[in-house]
């Protein structure tokens, strides 16, 4: 089992970029694949992107494709999501999740693994 930990959200301007970082810790960090969502308020918690456990593949949603990168760093048991050109509708909590399996899925149920989200407000 992995234990999630986000960090690097915070307040920024439309045009900005942030980077989030997640660390896990957990001897089989190489076996999940990772994947970021994000919860508006009253809203539901939608998926923005994953990568395998290789880092080979990955997959985006269509709101941020072009502007959001998502990288792990296996040796260091981190995921990273570079935002850029941020706008007023990716204010959210943003939540790291790991999910043992070698498909990416989009569903929220079908990770096992949460972390504690970080706070993520653009401003217009």
């Known amino acids: 089992q992995v234990h999630l930990v986000e960090s690097g959200g915070g307040l920024v301007q439309a045009g900005d970029s942030l980077r989030l970082s997640c660390a896990a810790s957990g001897r089989t960090f190489t076996s999940y694949i990772m994947a970021w969502f994000r919860q508006a308020p009253g809203k539901e918690r939608e998926f923005v992107a994953a990568v395998t456990w290789s880092g080979d593949h990955t997959y985006y949603a269509d709101p941020v494709k072009g502007r959001f990168t998502i990288s792990r760093d296996n040796a260091n048991g981190t995921v990273y999501l570079q935002m850029n050109n941020l706008k007023p509708e990716d204010t959210a909590v943003y939540f790291c999740?790991?999910?043992?399996?070698?498909?990416?899925?989009?569903?929220?149920?079908?990770?096992?693994?949460w972390g504690q989200g970080t706070q993520v407000t653009v401003s217009s």
């Open positions: 999740a790991a999910r043992r399996a070698a498909v990416i899925t989009t569903g929220a149920r079908n990770y096992e693994v």
